[in-house]
């Protein structure tokens, strides 16, 4: 079934590209959702956890009542005015341009980040789709490249990596890798434990010498996890280019005072652009630099 729809593919690019854009910016518009649910529904079970945990010290505080919430329920409503949105109000980028960003019913602003969210989903796939032709590869990467998106979202709004989506990504890079899709599978392991060890060690030799905790433990998983992907031979490039890019940020936000030196930068938006743009073409960059080095 498959080498028939990828045959399909190939002799129409066309019809490939609209398929992998259509079907991504209606991924788009569920990633929106994760963004906002996920982390809702963890600190849900975290609270629940701890007062498992700590039965006898909290029983007679009150629990706190959270919201019935799951990706798929309840369905999608204005936050101002709780009007359900309409299938038709739901249709990605193409909605909110016809409702001018605003709720049908209260007129209230509806974030612009959602339109910009599912295009920019879309916009990613079709590169990879471009870069990898049609193939189980390009399937691949472009999940991986859906599950980066809601990780960057979720860690510049929470400061949090969850491994509800790290873990997934990191268990397919490897299975993967078993027929040697990007890299031989002895090196898509040895990259994996590489890559938490790298980051693990470097927050261990900082907070010795600082007192402080440079960096936090999703980001190890997702070095880890990239590591799965393309083995440990592109991790220095790919650590070094996600080091740069996070610095150069932050001194500039520091500068330029729209950040205070002692509120954290989350990591994982620059590990995650890093890592995806070291899978597509960190081969490439990297005979580029030894090239221009000899």
């Known amino acids: 079934m498959f080498s028939e729809i990828f045959?399909?593919?190939?002799?129409?690019?066309t019809y490939f590209y609209t398929c992998v854009f259509i079907l991504s910016l209606m991924?788009?518009?569920f990633l929106n959702v994760v963004v906002y649910r996920l982390p809702k529904m963890l600190q849900k079970e975290w609270y629940q956890d701890c007062r498992e945990f700590?039965?006898?010290e909290v029983k007679d505080i009150p629990e706190k009542e959270f919201p019935a919430l799951t990706l798929?329920?309840?369905a999608s409503s204005c936050p101002h005015c709780q009007h359900k949105i309409k299938f038709y109000e739901n249709i990605p980028v193409i909605s909110w341009?016809?409702?001018?960003?605003?709720c049908s019913a209260c007129k209230a602003p509806i974030s612009a980040r959602y339109p910009i969210v599912e295009f920019i989903t879309a916009l990613l796939s079709l590169v990879v789709a471009h870069h990898y032709g049609a193939s189980m590869t390009a399937l691949w990467v472009i999940i991986l490249t859906w599950s980066l998106i809601s990780l960057t979202l979720i860690d510049l709004d929470h400061m949090l990596l969850p491994d509800q989506l790290i873990f997934p990504m990191l268990w397919l890079g490897l299975l993967i890798n078993i027929d040697g899709a990007f890299v031989p599978l002895?090196?898509?392991v040895i990259g994996t434990v590489a890559g938490y060890m790298s980051l693990y060690s470097i927050f261990w030799l900082f907070k010795a010498l600082t007192g402080k905790e440079g960096m936090g433990f999703g980001d190890f998983k997702l070095v880890a996890m990239?590591?799965?992907?393309?083995?440990?031979q592109l991790l220095p490039l790919f650590i070094l280019m996600a080091s740069c890019v996070a610095a150069i940020v932050g001194i500039s936000l520091i500068v330029f005072k729209k950040h205070q030196r002692e509120q954290p930068i989350p990591f994982g938006p620059y590990l995650a652009v890093a890592g995806w743009i070291t899978l597509l073409w960190g081969n490439d960059i990297w005979q580029w630099y030894l090239s221009n080095l000899v």
């Open 7 to 13: 045959t399909l593919f190939e002799q129409s690019p």
């Open 27 to 29: 991924v788009g518009s």
């Open 54 to 56: 700590l039965a006898e």
């Open 72 to 74: 798929s329920k309840p």
């Open 97 to 102: 341009l016809l409702l001018k960003g605003k």
């Open 186 to 188: 002895s090196d898509a």
């Open 226 to 232: 990239f590591g799965a992907w393309f083995g440990w």
